[in-house]
């Protein structure tokens, strides 16, 4: 089984790691100012990834977290001696008391096991029953797509996709929370980790003669080997395409894999309607498509390929439910009842189908109606926007008048220009910007977008290599990696 399928189709791993139970009326109260992320917000059977810091933020231990009549730390076997000196060294007056032991969990991505919770935003779930069909190391192996190593201990957690997924910034604190703090509130790490696309053999990434990142491992997925490095801030922009001893390697940032539910089941039914597509491939079809409605029960589209297919083989019944599902989550589908009056014409239930052929006319004048509603409620707002528009633009025009170099209203004329497709005047007024301010990053990208929609790729191209170089230094990296996105567009 592939990453591909671990992720989209859910996985089973059995991690071999040791239970440590607190044990006394002060552990939650103990163990909430030791760890990183906030014990405080988890209900009764949920868990949570957490860590224990040095004073310098380097990560000493990490584990899942779970409340359940009391506290439970699940710990990687090789962390469990450190973990429990640690946590002993702070117990002075409390009542608690630890109790370690050897534990088998069943951990289950998007499974309905006892406990749950949120690890690097997918539904998890664990029990400790048997029956994984996959191994630690895979589990390892799993979350690498993620960003997440076992060898970031002794590291800084700012370095490390932990610190996103582990530390609360609002619960109080904890031993190194103030230097977490003062780095994640000054632009971040210098290095954090990304996947590089490709190999690397060597454990520095060395551009110019300047160390610019760290390899940690390499890894396949999909048919692809990838690099799981930490890398310069820089540099880190989605997309990007850097240099390492000629060789090229594209940037990719954390999460690798879809994490929203309605983009992971988008990319599951694509996978599903191919292997529709491919002989003998139907019943794996079947499969991945339920997966679908499993994690977006309202995915309309995977209701109406599973009736097509049940359909094809005359299994008329399990098509008409899942055509009347369909109806469920999409009212106004017409296809919905056009399909439903082809299967009950197949039964011979001619009554049946022609109601639904009535249905499916009655929905499609409908759906007309709806478009011409739609039609006058977009011209509504487009009225609106125009006026917002002008309000906005005499307020800029107002402020040149007093200062012609003013930047706010240079770079606020020019965004107003290039949403009324006056390319000429966008440009120039954004130019202006830049002179008075080369480091106005969101200029770049304004900027870029004009002379594309001008026609001048070559200019467009020119202007987001700058502005993407004074955004990633400035780690600004929402324009920077929206600009890295339209230029591969111009080059590709």
């Known amino acids: 089984m592939d990453l591909f399928n671990w992720h989209y189709l859910?996985?089973?791993?059995?991690?071999?790691?040791?239970?440590?139970k607190l044990i006394g009326?002060?552990?939650?109260?103990?163990?909430?100012?030791?760890?990183?992320?906030?014990?405080?917000?988890?209900?009764?059977?949920e868990f949570h990834l957490?860590?224990?810091?040095?004073?310098?933020?380097?990560?000493?231990?990490?584990?899942?977290?779970?409340?359940?009549?009391?506290?439970?730390?699940?710990?990687?076997?090789?962390?469990?001696?450190?973990?429990?000196?640690?946590?002993?060294?702070?117990?002075?007056?409390?009542?608690?008391e630890l109790e370690a032991s050897s534990a088998s969990l069943n951990f289950s991505i998007s499974a309905d096991n006892k406990y749950k919770g949120l690890i690097f935003g997918q539904s998890c779930s664990f029990s400790?029953?048997?029956?994984?069909?996959?191994?630690?190391?895979?589990?390892?192996?799993?979350?690498?797509?993620?960003?997440?190593?076992p060898e970031q201990v002794n590291k800084s957690i700012t370095e490390s996709t932990l610190l996103h997924e582990s530390v609360s910034f609002s619960k109080g604190?904890?031993?190194?929370?103030?230097?977490?703090?003062?780095?994640?509130?000054?632009?971040?790490?210098?290095?954090?980790?990304?996947?590089?696309?490709?190999?690397?053999?060597?454990?520095?990434?060395?551009?110019?003669g300047r160390k610019r990142g760290e390899v940690i491992k390499s890894f396949c997925f999909n048919s692809q080997t990838y690099s799981l490095c930490l890398l310069f801030r820089d540099l880190r922009v989605q997309g990007k395409e850097i240099r390492v001893n000629e060789e090229k390697f594209k940037v990719h940032l954390f999460p690798f894999v879809p994490t929203n539910n309605r983009e992971k089941a988008q990319a599951l039914y694509y996978y599903g309607v191919e292997l529709f597509t491919k002989k003998n491939e139907e019943e794996k079809a079947k499969k991945i498509l339920y997966r679908v409605i499993e994690i977006d029960p309202s995915f309309a589209d995977a209701y109406e390929s599973l009736g097509v297919i049940y359909g094809r083989h005359e299994e008329y019944d399990k098509a008409i439910n899942l055509m009347k599902d369909l109806i469920k989550v999409d009212e106004s589908s017409v296809m919905a009842h056009t399909n439903l009056s082809l299967y009950y014409m197949k039964q011979g239930k001619i009554e049946e189908a022609e109601e639904e052929k009535t249905k499916a006319t009655i929905k499609t004048f409908k759906k007309y109606g709806d478009e011409a509603q739609e039609k006058k409620r977009v011209e509504e707002l487009n009225k609106q926007k125009e006026e917002d528009l002008n309000r906005r633009e005499g307020m800029f025009k107002q402020v040149l008048d007093l200062d012609p170099e003013d930047t706010l209203a240079n770079y606020g004329l020019g965004e107003i220009a290039l949403e009324r497709s006056l390319y000429s005047d966008a440009i120039s007024y954004l130019e202006k910007v830049l002179e008075s301010d080369p480091k106005y990053s969101v200029?770049?990208?304004?900027?870029?977008?004009?002379?594309?929609?001008?026609?001048?790729?070559?200019?467009?191209?020119?202007?987001?290599?700058?502005?993407?170089?004074?955004?990633?230094?400035?780690g600004d990296m929402m324009p920077a990696n929206e600009m890295q996105s339209l230029m591969n567009s111009l080059l590709t």
């Open 50 to 96: 957490s860590a224990l810091l040095n004073l310098k933020g380097q990560i000493e231990s990490y584990f899942f977290l779970l409340k359940d009549n009391g506290i439970t730390l699940f710990v990687p076997k090789e962390l469990t001696e450190q973990t429990v000196q640690r946590l002993e060294k702070f117990i002075i007056m409390e009542d608690v």
């Open 173 to 208: 604190c904890y031993l190194g929370q103030e230097i977490v703090s003062k780095i994640h509130n000054n632009r971040g790490a210098s290095f954090y980790p990304v996947l590089l696309e490709g190999k690397i053999d060597r454990s520095d990434i060395v551009i110019e």
């Open 443 to 474: 200029a770049y990208l304004a900027l870029g977008k004009s002379y594309m929609k001008n026609k001048d790729s070559q200019k467009a191209v020119e202007v987001f290599k700058k502005g993407i170089e004074i955004a990633a230094s400035k």
């Open 128 to 149: 400790f029953e048997t029956g994984a069909n996959l191994a630690e190391e895979d589990f390892f192996q799993y979350l690498a797509l993620f960003g997440f190593f």
């Open 10 to 20: 859910g996985a089973c791993f059995e991690l071999e790691w040791t239970q440590i």
């Open 25 to 45: 009326k002060d552990s939650e109260a103990f163990i909430q100012g030791q760890t990183t992320n906030d014990v405080s917000t988890l209900k009764e059977k």
